[in-house]
């Protein structure tokens, strides 16, 4: 320490410590001035300093074990992650964020102070997450918006209906899926899986581009699943078959249907980030975890029966 003109043995930010293995090298003496500062002498070169020479020769004091622990894992929560950071001005959407993985994300987001806006499919449920935010810090800025990927229409209203905020857009966060649904047909004549997992978010970046390119730095990001491995898209022949993204009733399989949608947000989130990202938006699918207990099983029984027994080996919310 050359402020204090003496060694010091603990570094001062990582906390770690150092002692001295054996004394004084050959030729050195310790000394202690009149004002009794201890400094040390080498009478070989004749020279004189106040930094302790046995620095060269310490060991680490009670070494840590290296860990292969990284920065964050399975453990981390959604604070910590943006433990430090300040997002006052930044205007963020997400689907589906009324519970599960989209409501922490809101949560968190609106606790480090984004503007955030939570797009859901049932109001009620939207305003009631609104409230638990806000029971958490009076000054959150959240606001709950109706959207539901089921239907264009829904999709084109909630898109218009954001623009007219004239705020701009920084982080568009594509959350909202069904999983083990059964098969049905949206209002537009698409499966709903489909649509609502895939088509529905497709068509709202598309709406939103605009303003996400004139806030850039912008992201999107959109939350897929490692499922995405177990489907294929391509007929024998290498094409895409388009039958096979919105199946009839008959060639339907909920988990089939589910991994397909994931596959293509994929793929989606691939070429929105090559086409968009010299205008300053990135584009990110994430894989949230396969052991993530969260209400997304809700369609049918079965599913339910199984997450409730994995439920003490999850993550929970």
Not at 111 to 121: E, M, N, Q, S, T
Request: hydrophobic letters at 35%; a positive charge; glycine letters at 6%.
């Amino acid at each position: 320490s050359h402020l204090e003109e003496k060694t010091q043995w603990e570094h001062p930010k990582s906390g770690k410590r150092k002692r001295v293995a054996g004394g004084l090298p050959y030729g050195w003496e310790q000394e202690t001035d009149e004002n009794g500062q201890v400094y040390f002498v080498d009478h070989i070169n004749k020279r004189t300093t106040y930094l302790d020479p046995r620095l060269a020769f310490t060991v680490e004091d009670n070494p840590v074990k290296p860990t292969t622990r990284q920065k964050y894992d399975g453990n981390s929560t959604a604070m910590e992650i943006l433990q430090g950071r300040d997002l006052s001005g930044k205007v963020v959407i997400i689907t589906g964020a009324n519970s599960g993985i989209g409501f922490e994300t809101a949560k968190s987001l609106a606790l480090h102070g984004a503007y955030v806006i939570l797009a859901c499919r049932n109001t009620s449920r939207g305003n009631d997450a609104v409230q638990r935010i806000l029971a958490e810090w009076h000054k959150a800025k959240v606001e709950a918006m109706t959207l539901d990927l089921a239907s264009l229409q829904s999709v084109q209203h909630f898109a218009e209906a954001f623009k007219s905020k004239n705020v701009p857009l920084h982080i568009l966060i594509c959350n909202a899926a069904v999983f083990g649904a059964p098969w049905r047909l949206t209002e537009d004549g698409l499966e709903s899986t489909f649509q609502v997992n895939h088509l529905g978010h497709f068509y709202l970046v598309q709406l939103l581009e605009d303003v996400l390119c004139r806030s850039s730095p912008a992201r999107v990001v959109v939350v897929s699943s490692e499922s995405h491995r177990f489907t294929e898209i391509k007929d024998s022949s290498g094409k895409l078959n388009f039958s096979l993204l919105s199946p009839s009733k008959k060639e339907y399989w909920a988990m089939l249907a589910y991994n397909r949608s994931k596959l293509c947000n994929i793929l989606f989130s691939n070429e929105l980030n090559r086409r968009l990202s010299p205008h300053g938006v990135t584009s990110n699918s994430v894989h949230p975890g396969n052991m993530m207990y969260s209400s997304i099983h809700r369609n049918w029984w079965v599913y339910t029966l199984l997450f409730t027994l994995a439920r003490p080996f999850t993550k929970s919310m």
